[in-house]
């Protein structure tokens, strides 16, 4: 995945739409399919819980480290989860963490992370916003939205703009015509970004956590 390692970290000092502590852990291969059994060694399954301080904006799911004062380091994040095709979900009786629920996706169904948090209204918290802050669940609601538009007044509000590039102006009618609903005008747009250059699809590495 191609990313602009300045403009990660700029976006991760903006305001987020939720924040706080949290500990993580990746799930060791061959266990994301399987029910852990309460009894079972913590660390045979997993790589250990880091502390971290999370962030959340936009599709974008930011960690920073946390030093042995307890000091969060907001210079630049450790990582970044983008969290587009993600999978999140409640983790009950979920072994050495009371609170917490799982990220994984679509992509990569070997990997899942676990993340313990203080509280269960916190961990609901945490899963309500994550799956709100996808671009999957954005179209989603302008399709319901749309729909309901339709049906209250007859008239697709996609259909009532000109497409991009296309000039649209008054249209043609005669001067007995008192009726104004045939007139458009053209919405005032922004100004079209510069191309990019192509690059080799083969030679970019996919992934969903960015480790900056």
Not at 76 to 95: C, D, K, T, W, Y
Not at 136 to 148: C, D, P, V
Request: proline share 6%; glycine share 4%.
């Amino acid at each position: 995945m191609r990313f602009n390692n300045k403009e990660m970290i700029h976006v991760s000092h903006s305001n987020p739409a939720l924040e706080g502590r949290m500990s993580y852990a990746k799930m060791s291969n061959g266990y994301a399919s399987k029910v852990l059994p309460i009894s079972a060694d913590i660390v045979s399954l997993f790589k250990g819980f880091k502390e971290r301080w999370f962030r959340l904006k936009y599709n974008l799911l930011f960690y920073f480290k946390i030093n042995g004062f307890g000091q969060v380091d907001l210079h630049q994040p450790a990582g970044v989860f983008v969290l587009e095709n993600s999978i999140v979900r409640l983790e009950n009786n979920m072994p050495g963490t009371l609170f917490s629920f799982s990220l994984s996706f679509k992509d990569e169904p070997d990997k899942k992370y676990i993340i313990s948090s203080q509280s269960e209204d916190h961990v609901h918290q945490w899963i309500k916003c994550i799956q709100s802050s996808t671009y999957e669940y954005m179209r989603t609601r302008m399709t319901s939205i749309q729909k309901k538009i339709v049906e209250l007044t007859g008239r697709d509000p996609l259909l009532m703009y000109p497409e991009e590039g296309k000039k649209i102006g008054r249209t043609k009618r005669s001067v007995a015509d008192e009726d104004d609903s045939d007139l458009f005008f053209n919405p005032p747009t922004d100004p079209l970004p510069p191309p990019r250059h192509k690059h080799d699809a083969s030679k970019t590495a996919v992934s969903n956590l960015i480790e900056l």
